[in-house]
């Protein structure tokens, strides 16, 4: 199956700081969603990006698919946003039946 | 906003007991699945279910595990006899129809067996 790395592992940053979490890939994607995972262990969707850039406030998205990588922007972080960020892409040429995740991003925002 | 829910949000549970989850999918959405995340670990991808039958299923969902949509909201996953390792954060999600499309999550429950 499909191979995800997620970078860095962990990532303790000041609030008002930027940051980019970056997702590696194996195989070729139709698609790619990211997520938040809070402090409560619920998953929220971020972004869902087959390609190109998206942009939802504060935070953007970029997949390069043929390069095999994907990449989400925070900026001007706040304490809201500590928690653990995946990306999840799909299996390869078979559409959105089963997501793969990555190990993600332990991001963690000190006052 | 539509959202996948899911009941309860903890249970606790003696090895051995039989549990259900469950799950009531976006109204529109056609796919439906189960992943589980133990302490600490990545997300891992137990079933997939469409047009009333497993579509697809991990290594990990074995004979333990069943899945079932008995009426036109609910989504349950049944664990026969829990062991100790089932211990994990369930999760349910849907998603519209198979291929580009997004997948939904619920906020999943927490099983815990003692």
């Known amino acids: 199956g499909i191979q995800v790395e997620q970078s860095p592992p962990d990532l303790i940053l000041q609030e008002g700081a930027n940051s980019t979490l970056r997702c590696n890939f194996s195989?070729?994607?139709?698609?790619l969603q990211w997520f938040h995972q809070n402090p409560w262990g619920q998953l929220i969707n971020l972004f869902y990006?087959?390609?190109g850039t998206k942009q939802n406030g504060r935070l953007s998205a970029t997949t390069v698919a043929t390069e095999r990588y994907s990449l989400l922007y925070i900026s001007s972080s706040q304490t809201t946003d500590s928690g653990v960020y995946f990306c999840?892409?799909?299996?390869?040429?078979?559409?959105?039946?089963?997501?793969?995740f990555g190990t993600g991003t332990r991001l963690t925002i000190i006052p | 906003e539509p959202e996948v829910t899911q009941t309860p949000s903890h249970q606790v549970t003696q090895m051995g007991q039989e549990v259900i989850l469950r799950c009531v999918p976006i109204s529109n959405h056609l796919y439906f699945y189960w992943y589980r995340q133990i302490l600490g670990q990545k997300v891992e991808f137990l079933v997939s279910?469409?047009?009333?039958?497993?579509?697809?299923k991990s290594e990990i969902f074995d004979d333990q595990f069943s899945v079932e949509r008995p009426d036109g909201s609910n989504f349950t996953l049944k664990i026969r006899s829990t062991k100790l390792e089932d211990s994990a954060m369930y999760f349910c999600?849907?998603?519209?129809?198979?291929?580009?499309?997004?997948?939904?999550f619920g906020q999943g429950t927490r099983l815990t067996v003692v």
């Open positions: 195989d070729s994607v139709n698609n």
């Open positions: 990006i087959p390609s």
């Open positions: 999840a892409p799909p299996r390869p040429n078979f559409g959105n039946e089963k997501l793969t």
């Open positions: 279910f469409y047009n009333n039958e497993i579509s697809e």
């Open positions: 999600a849907s998603s519209e129809a198979p291929g580009r499309t997004e997948a939904f």
